[in-house]
């Protein structure tokens, strides 16, 4: 059986993370047991979730144990099988984790399935035509609910969530908005993605600046928002939504390191008779088959370009994943693993 690279959570950060809270290591991989397969990953994907579960805090989740491979989400190929189910060539998405292979047991529910990569390409399946890409789907479809000719306003808007909400909003007839840090990612936005405008946050210093530019962006007010980030943007929306406003609360990464991020006009809610409604894409498994077929649809079709950013090999996994929390990352943040 093959060595194996693995990247395990070495000890819990203080405050923002660091290199030093993961350790590199090699094991040999365990022989197959009947019912297993053998899964090589190509590729792992990073996502903010991660850090969240880096600490020991009460969460949606169960924390990442310290001393245990990192968890995350793959995509690979079945090199060998001991059950019908899977076959060696088999393209396949799982929770394989950070590490180069996975011993998967085949019944264990929902552990693994099978692509089909003739028109998606298989990085994808862990972006746009993946948990990112659904979670778009559900914050907008199932909380949002906007109409046709609506205004719906997304931040982190040319990541692998935004994105897809961008495609998705413009499927519905709506007019979508992004919100990025820097011109070149509002490029991406307005040029590659089709949103119909995009605000630089990095060129305003306050919540009332940032404010005014959405409001040219956003002449009819926002119906709205698809938030990603907190902080300094999220109260620059809240300025700007209309009564009877709509808010899917997706992430706030802007306080993930354990900055704090306070909102700073809690009372539009009430003035505004806002709807404000966290979700987890986790626990809405029976809207995935729905929502990854509009989104494979807009992908093979070409009305969704994704945008990835790929770090080469298992070791470069710590700088890629710290460098995504601070928005280093354009598009979904990957690493290629052969
Ligand atoms: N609720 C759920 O079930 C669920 C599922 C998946 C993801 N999420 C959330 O969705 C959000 C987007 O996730 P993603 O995977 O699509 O990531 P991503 O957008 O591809 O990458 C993260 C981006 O956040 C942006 N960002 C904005 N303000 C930031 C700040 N103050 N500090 C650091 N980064 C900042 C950066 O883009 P800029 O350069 O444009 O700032 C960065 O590129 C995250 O909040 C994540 O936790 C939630």
Sequence with gaps: ?????????????????????????????????????????????????????????????????????????????????????????????????????????ADQPGALRKVDTTHVPLSHYLGAVGMPGVT???????IIEPKAGQTVVVSAASGAVGSALGALAKARGCRAVGIAGGPDKCRYVTEELGFDACVDYKQHADAHSLSKALKEACPDGVHGYFENVGGMVMDAVMLRMNAFGRIALCGMIAGYDGKPIPMAYPQLILTNRLLVQGFIVSEHMDVWPQALQELGTLVGTGKLRPRESVAQGIESAPEAFLGMLKGRNFGKQLVKLI
């Design 1 to 105: 059986m093959p060595a194996n690279k693995q990247i395990l959570l070495d000890n819990r950060p203080q405050a923002e993370a660091s290199a030093g809270n993961f350790k590199l290591v090699s094991a040999e991989t365990p022989a197959l047991k009947d019912g297993e397969v053998l899964v090589r990953h190509h590729f792992l994907s990073l996502d903010p979730y991660m850090r969240g579960r880096m600490n020991d805090a009460k969460s949606y989740a169960a924390p990442q144990p310290v001393g245990q491979v990192m968890q995350g989400g793959t995509v690979g190929e079945v090199v060998e099988s001991r059950t019908p189910k899977y076959q060696a060539g088999d393209k396949v998405v799982g929770m394989g984790g950070w590490q180069e292979y996975s011993v998967v047991s």
């Design 136 to 142: 778009a789907w559900y914050g907008l479809v199932k």
